[in-house]
C-alpha cells in the first residue's frame, strides 16, 4: 500500500522563486494529510497534481506565519469548489479562533463540516488511528508551543503460505487469527506454526515530520529507527549562534539527532532565504549522517 511524501514547500519565513514555506503533503494507505500550511500552499497543491479536495486531516505545527499563513486561503477554494466532505484540523490553541474570526469579519461560511482538534505542544499523544496508521504528536523545543508529528504505518498481516495451508487443511477460522500472528491450538490441540503456514509480515514503514526547533533529545525514543525523518535545518554553522537564539537548527544538528534516532533518512529543510543554495547545508549534514537529502518544493518520496 502507498506511503508517500510530497514536499509543497521546503523554505522558511520568507517565500522565494524556488521555495515556498513549510507544506508537506502525505498519503498512507489513501488516508491524505496536509502537514502545515504556509503562504501559497494551494498554489503548490496545483502546481504539483494534488487532488484538492481528496485532503482529509491537517495537521498545523504552530502558529508561526510561514505554517498556517495558506490555511484560510485554501479553505475558501476548497468552499468554492464545492467542498462537502468533512474535514479535521488539529493545531494549537487559538487557530480555531483566528480562522473562525476571519470568516466572521468577512460575513463567510463553508458549506462543508470543520471539526477543530486542539494541540499544546506539552506531551505526546497519539491523536488519530485506525486500522491501517496512527499519528502521534510530541513537543518540540521552539519559541512558542510547537508540535512535531509521526505518522506509523500498523504492522501489515501476515501473508498466508497457500499450499501449506491447504495441504493441512487448516480451518478457515483459524487463517485471519495466523495472519494477524496469534498462537492458536487446534481441536486436537496442536499449535499451530506460524513459520509453516505464514510469510512474515513487512516491517511497518514511519514518517517523522520535526518542524521549527532546536534538536530535542527527549523525542530519541519515540522516533528511534524511524524509516524517514524531516528534520528543519534553517541555518548553517556559519550561522549557529543565530539559529540558537531564534531556537532552530543547523543542518549539522538536524543530521546528529537523525543520527541519534536512527533514522534511515533524513530530509532537510525550512531553509532560510539568506542561502542561494543548499550546498553548505548538504556538506554539514552528510559529514555527520550519510543518507541526507536536501527537501526541494516538489521532492517526492515513496517509503
Known amino acids: 500500500m502507498n506511503f508517500d511524501i510530497t514536499i509543497l514547500g521546503s523554505g522558511s519565513a520568507v517565500p522565494t522563486p524556488k521555495r515556498n514555506p513549510s507544506s508537506q503533503f ?9 502537514m502545515d500550511c504556509g503562504e501559497g500552499t494551494q498554489f503548490q497543491i496545483r502546481k ?9 486531516i491537517i495537521l498545523i505545527s504552530h502558529l508561526h506565519g510561514d505554517h498556517y499563513f495558506g490555511l484560510a486561503g485554501l479553505l475558501s477554494t476548497m468552499n468554492l469548489l464545492g467542498r462537502d466532505g468533512q474535514l ?27 471539526t477543530f482538534k486542539t494541540l499544546f505542544g506539552k506531551e505526546r ?21 510547537t508540535n512535531g ?10 501473508k498466508l503460505k497457500k499450499e501449506a495451508i491447504e495441504k493441512d487443511d487448516i480451518a478457515i477460522e483459524y487463517r485471519h487469527r495466523l495472519q494477524k500472528g496469534e498462537k492458536i491450538m487446534d481441536a486436537s490441540g496442536k499449535i499451530l506454526d506460524l513459520d509453516r503456514y505464514t510469510y512474515p509480515p513487512k516491517k511497518a514503514r514511519s514518517y517523522a515530520y520535526c518542524s521549527d526547533t532546536m534538536p530535542n533529545e527527549s523525542n530519541l525514543d519515540l522516533l528511534n529507527e524511524v524509516d524517514l525523518m524531516y528534520h ?18 543547523t543542518a ?3 543530521a546528529n539527532f537523525a543520527k541519534k534516532a ?9 531553509f532560510s532565504n539568506r542561502y542561494l543554495d543548499t550546498n553548505t547545508h548538504q556538506k554539514e549534514a552528510s559529514a555527520v549522517f550519510e543518507n541526507v537529502l536536501i527537501g526541494e518544493d516538489g521532492l517526492n518520496i515513496k517509503l
Request: proline share 3%; glycine share 4%.
Open 26 to 34: 502525505i498519503n498512507c494507505h489513501n488516508r491524505k494529510i496536509l
Open 88 to 114: 479535521t484540523i488539529y493545531g494549537p490553541e487559538g487557530l480555531e479562533n483566528i480562522l473562525r474570526s476571519q470568516l466572521k469579519i468577512g460575513d463567510s461560511k463553508f458549506a462543508f463540516d470543520i
Open 252 to 254: 549539522e544538528q538536524a
Open 125 to 145: 499523544e497519539i491523536i488519530f488511528e485506525d486500522k491501517k496508521m496512527e499519528i502521534h504528536t510530541f513537543p518540540l523545543k521552539h519559541k512558542i508551543a
Open 262 to 270: 536512527k533514522a534511515k533518512k533524513l530530509i532537510l529543510g525550512h
Open 48 to 56: 504539483f497534481k494534488i487532488k484538492l479536495q481528496s485532503i482529509q
Open 232 to 249: 528543519e535545518a534553517t541555518f548553517v554553522n556559519q550561522h549557529k549562534a543565530r539559529a540558537k537564539s531564534t531556537m532552530h537548527s
Open 149 to 158: 508529528f509521526l505518522i506509523k504505518e500498523k504492522e501489515p498481516l501476515r
